[in-house]
Nanobody
Framework: QVQLVESGGGSVQAGGSLRLSCAASGSDYSSYRMAWFRQAPGKEREGVAAIARGGTTTYAGSVKDRFTISKDNSLNTVYLQMNSLQPEDTAMYYC????????????????????WGQGTQVTVSS
């Protein structure tokens, strides 16, 4: 069992930056692959960035080269650095985790994760 708590959301103008954090507590954090998802009103939840146990990363095309996912195993925390934010990035952002034995497996599919945080709101104004 793992508990996930997101922080770092807020309101910024287009072109600005935010860094989201997701603190994990509970079971062995290093056994999990992690990801960030987002959901805008009226839209489906979409995978934004994911990181494997071993550090391999993958990104949605819409955020590639603007967002960076990273993790600090010593702090049981995963981060999402978001640069060059645009109004279309406005959404509730969720952290997700899934236990895995693979060091390389990554996924941006919501059904591949069974632990979720409560979310943090990101609003980008033009």
């Amino acid at each position: 069992q793992v508990q996930l708590v997101e922080s770092g959301g807020g309101s910024v103008q287009a072109g600005g930056s935010l860094r989201l954090s997701c603190a994990a507590s509970g079971s062995d954090y290093s056994s999990y692959r992690m990801a960030w998802f987002r959901q805008a009103p009226g839209k489906e939840r979409e995978g934004v960035a994911a990181i494997a146990r071993g550090g391999t990363t993958t990104y949605a095309g819409s955020v590639k080269d603007r967002f960076t996912i990273s993790k600090d195993n010593s702090l049981n925390t995963v981060y999402l650095q978001m640069n060059s934010l645009q109004p279309e990035d406005t959404a509730m952002y969720y952290c997700a985790a899934h236990v895995t034995v693979s060091n390389r497996a990554v996924s941006l599919a919501a059904h591949d994760y069974n632990y979720w945080g409560q979310g943090t709101q990101v609003t980008v104004s033009s």
